[in-house]
């Protein structure tokens, strides 16, 4: 079976600065992905970034980077250069080469302050 | 590129009423859709996976008779939410793929109130 944790409470950050939101999974499978998804209040989902399992290089998209490691099962999502903007629900997601569907996590809010 | 549109964004309608919402991939050819719930601050429920020309496969749990689905084309998907009671009040949102390597792209939700 495969699970995704997240689990801090709601994350606060001044606007401008960077911020790190966690993520560890568990599967037993050698193939998988993690993606991040950004949900705003008004409720749509919106894809930031991908990191394959065999993936060599460390995802980035933007401002967005995606801290990979492996041994640790690991795969914090890093938001640089804060905007208000940024404020939202983030999810982590997994896929595995045995199961296409997504396994979410529960979830992070992320509030950035003026 | 990668654009999933989800129609009606609100339903407000009467206890009993059959509601249908459809899940459109606009500019690619998505295999496979899926369909999910999400409760007020929680994560997203899958529901079942909807593959283009087969029925589709329903999550433990999910009523197959109460939210029906069909995949009628490659870039169409509809849920239809059966006789909808109050308890069906949710935040409903779709989603579709060219593959399996490829990321899930969202529709916006379809947040349904039952009276």
């Known amino acids: 079976a495969q699970k995704i944790t997240q689990t801090q409470p709601g994350m606060f950050v001044q606007e401008k600065e960077a911020v790190t939101l966690d993520c560890t999974y568990d599967?037993?499978?050698?193939?998988?992905?993690l993606f991040w998804y950004k949900q705003p209040s008004s409720g749509e989902m919106i894809f930031l970034i991908y990191?394959?399992?065999?993936?060599?290089q460390n995802a980035t998209e933007g401002r967005y980077s995606l801290n990979f490691q492996k041994a640790r099962k690991s795969a914090n999502l890093v938001i640089s250069a804060s905007q208000l903007g940024d404020s939202a629900m983030y999810f982590c997601a997994m896929v595995t080469g045995a199961n296409s569907k997504l396994t979410f996590g529960k979830g992070i809010t992320l509030s950035v302050r003026p | 590129g990668a654009v999933v549109s989800q129609h009606p964004s609100r339903v407000i309608c009467k206890s009993g009423t059959s509601v249908k919402i459809e899940c459109r991939s606009l500019?690619?050819?998505?295999?496979?859709m899926f369909w999910y719930r999400q409760f007020p601050k929680q994560s997203l429920m899958l529901m079942a996976t909807?593959?283009?020309?087969?029925?589709?496969?329903?999550e433990q749990g999910v009523e197959k008779d109460k939210f029906l689905i069909n995949h009628a084309s490659l870039t169409l998907s509809t849920l239809t939410v059966t006789s909808a009671h109050p308890e069906d009040s949710s935040f409903y949102i779709c989603?579709?793929?060219?593959?399996?390597?490829?990321?899930?792209?969202f529709g916006d939700g379809t947040r349904l109130s039952i009276l």
């Open positions: 989603s579709a793929r060219v593959d399996e390597n490829q990321p899930q792209h």
């Open positions: 500019d690619f050819q998505a295999t496979t």
């Open positions: 599967t037993s499978d050698p193939s998988y992905g």
């Open positions: 909807s593959n283009e020309g087969s029925k589709a496969t329903y």
């Open positions: 990191q394959g399992s065999y993936d060599q």
